[in-house]
């Protein structure tokens, strides 16, 4: 990883901490992310979750959605951390291929253990505003 001296286990253990703030008293299904800039700085999210459950939202997306808020927008990775290493939802690769389209993605279990792969290799044939020509 590329962006200041944050490590692929440093960005994971963050996720894993981000983790511990879910929302998740429907699903119990608690997830965390960490998304790094450019700048070495580290943004997280937690799902939070809705008893109008269209109105949840995905860990992913209050990360990379906050990110912008903090005017952070050249995104290098993020980590997403569930139970089971469970991989990001659809609606989620769309924002990343919006957000932040050369992140690494590392995906990691409770315990730390990670895979790492790219939105590329998550969201193949994406759509994004050059399709909007
Ligand atoms: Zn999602």
């Known amino acids: 990883m590329s962006a200041g001296r944050v490590t692929a286990e440093e960005l994971v253990a963050q996720a894993l901490a981000a983790r511990q703030r879910a929302y998740a008293p429907y699903s119990h299904y608690a997830v965390g992310a ?26 992913e997306r209050v ?14 990775a993020i980590a997403v951390a569930t139970e089971n290493g469970g991989s990001p939802c659809g609606a989620c690769r769309q924002v990343m291929a ?24 998550l969201l193949p044939d994406w759509f994004t505003g050059e399709d909007l020509v």
């Open 63 to 76: 990360a990379l959605t906050s990110a912008v808020a903090q005017d952070k927008r050249d995104l290098v």
């Open 34 to 59: 960490a998304v790094l800039a450019a700048d070495g700085s580290v943004i997280l999210g937690c799902n939070v979750e809705n008893a109008a459950y269209p109105a949840t939202i995905c860990a």
């Open 98 to 121: 919006e957000l932040g389209p050369r992140m690494t993605v590392y995906i990691t279990n409770a315990a730390g253990d990670y895979r790492t792969t790219t939105v590329r290799d």
